[in-house]
């Protein structure tokens, strides 16, 4: 059996073909095959999945980057041969054995030589970290060894979204368990290429210039520089100047040391009798990436002191109230898209040929730094043009402050049947939210189609508003009615119900979510007024 393996030349990346069958292949195979193309990754986690398709764009970004936006859109109709790929890829091949006596992908040899206890294998996943986490996708909190791809792919996917391990082991360059934002084409017969290819960037958009030798190049491979005798007494620090863009593709927070194969049972993908990986070793002061890092594939907050933050996950998971932020760039620049998405925005001409897109996003929910949640979500991507950005991002923003007005009014009056007074609701029914936005949610990328083409022909576009307004109340409507249906009210008095009832009726109403959807506020008759004591 082979015991190495070599990430660019060996087949190791698990991918689901076109057919349903299921391969396994070398980054530079991965774009072949016409006949039956890989669609995705297949790994037996989705956040290997993505930890995966990141190393791939990393991959074509360091050998292949476009010079411009032409030379882009050539590539963008199809990949290139395998054997044009290898030819590119081949140099790169002595960095990215991930055993053997080094350099080691992602690994320190120095490692090696402390001769600490080993960590069981499992632990290179994030969930299962060397903080006690959520094992979100181990289900019985034991994954056992794993077989060198699986080990592979928890290596990049750790190095690239580390959370925090505690006492010198570091986050990731983005902090961590950050959102990744990827462009992807929507089409049910998308392969993997477009996926990869469209989060390529030209050299027009992001200046880095070609490093000399990329194969020996430190400043892109952090582990080729991890030598010399002794034990870093602290984390280095490494801003941007001090490296090399692309980096940002192969960042090394941890220092890690795989310990050598046996033959075993891959815990994870489920393969028998092949070489595992049982244990790793571990240190801290790993890179402590400081300054101004800006990952491609992240969208960024700006603080109140200019320092941009990588988003994270959100435990209700991701949604339209995400799309202001995460495709639509806010009015106000508090949030920033990813640049590979600023860069449809930027340039929407060259992806027009590329058919509808979508905006893949996954990542951790940290807790005070554990991972207690993976999210992932797809949403559509719209080519804005750049003279109606401004107009249309405050439009949709009208829309997302609407639904979440809509939906706290809906949790409140919910709240209301369970007790008196609903701030003593510690744990509210929290599927109440879920199922709001769920529902709401074809509704609004429908909405938001509508408002870019009413805002393009210069159409009024209070009926659409107007309409979500009533899309609104009548999911909140129906939500409660649900809620007093299905729970057992026998606790709470009729009146109670009644009461919740007509609260959340006169808050749909208001003229507060009026206000947010900028629709006229009535005025009320005297007659009604005097009714209500008003």
């Known amino acids: 059996t082979m015991t190495n393996l070599n990430l660019i030349l060996d087949p190791w990346i698990p991918v689901r073909r076109r057919s349903g069958r299921r391969s396994y292949l070398a980054p530079w195979q991965v774009f072949g095959d016409a006949e039956d193309p890989a669609m995705a990754p297949a790994s037996p986690r989705a956040d290997l999945d993505g930890g995966i398709v990141q190393l791939l764009i990393g991959l074509l970004q360091a050998v292949m980057p476009p010079r411009d936006e032409e030379e882009w859109a050539l590539r963008a109709t199809g990949p290139p041969a395998p054997e044009e790929l290898r030819r590119r890829l081949e140099p790169l091949a002595p960095a990215f054995e991930l055993l053997g006596p080094g350099p080691r992908f992602l690994q320190d040899p120095r490692v090696a030589r402390a001769g600490d206890k080993p960590w069981p294998a499992e632990k290179l996943l994030i969930d299962l970290g060397l903080s006690e986490g959520a094992d979100h996708f181990a289900r019985n909190g034991s994954v056992g060894d794993l077989c060198t791809a699986c080990a592979a792919a928890a290596l990049t996917t750790l190095q690239t979204s580390a959370p925090t391990g505690g006492r010198g082991h570091m986050t990731g360059m983005r902090g961590g368990g950050p959102l990744t934002t990827l462009v992807t084409a929507a089409g049910a017969g998308a392969t993997l290429w477009p996926a990869v290819w469209l989060n390529v960037l030209p050299l027009s958009s992001w200046a ?284 709470a008095d009729p009146g109670q119900v009644a009461r919740a009832w007509k609260g959340l009726q006169n808050a749909l109403r208001g003229k507060k979510i009026l206000a947010a959807l900028d629709l006229p506020i009535k005025k009320r008759p005297a007659a009604e007024k005097a009714a209500k004591g008003g």
Not at 376 to 398: D, H, K
């Open 208 to 491: 880095h210039p070609p490093p000399p030798d990329l194969a020996a190049s430190e400043r892109v491979f952090p582990w080729l520089a991890a030598t010399g005798p002794g034990e870093p007494k602290r984390a280095p620090e490494l801003t941007p100047e001090d490296a090399h863009p692309l980096q940002c593709y192969f960042s090394m927070p941890r220092r890690l040391w795989l310990g050598d194969p046996e033959d075993g049972d891959c815990g994870l993908c489920g393969r028998r009798d092949l070489p595992v990986v049982t244990a790793f070793l571990a240190r801290p002061n790993g890179i402590r990436y400081a300054g101004a890092w800006i990952h491609p594939l992240s969208p960024y907050r700006r603080t109140k002191d200019e320092q941009r933050l990588a988003l994270k996950g959100d435990r209700a998971g991701l949604g339209y109230r995400h799309w202001l932020g995460l495709v639509v760039a806010p009015p106000g620049g508090a949030v920033e898209p990813a640049l590979v998405v600023q860069e449809i925005n930027r340039d929407g001409v060259r992806f027009e040929q590329a058919g509808d897109l979508r905006l893949w996003a996954f990542g951790y929910a940290m807790d005070n730094m554990r991972p207690i949640a993976w999210c992932e979500g797809r949403m559509p991507i719209y080519l804005v043009p750049a003279e109606l950005a401004a107009t249309y991002a405050a439009q949709v923003g009208r829309l997302v402050e609407g639904a979440s007005l809509a939906e706290r009014y809906l949790r409140f009056a919910v709240k209301k049947l369970i007790a008196r007074r609903p701030k003593d609701v510690k744990n509210e029914p929290e599927n109440v939210s879920t199922r709001f936005w769920e529902r709401t949610e074809v509704a609004f990328y429908d909405l938001a189609r509508q408002l870019l083409d009413a805002l393009r022909a210069s159409d009024d576009d209070e009926p659409l508003r107007r309409h979500w307004h009533r899309l609104l109340a009548h999911h909140a409507r129906r939500i409660f009615e649900q809620e007093v249906s299905e729970a057992d009210f026998r606790a």
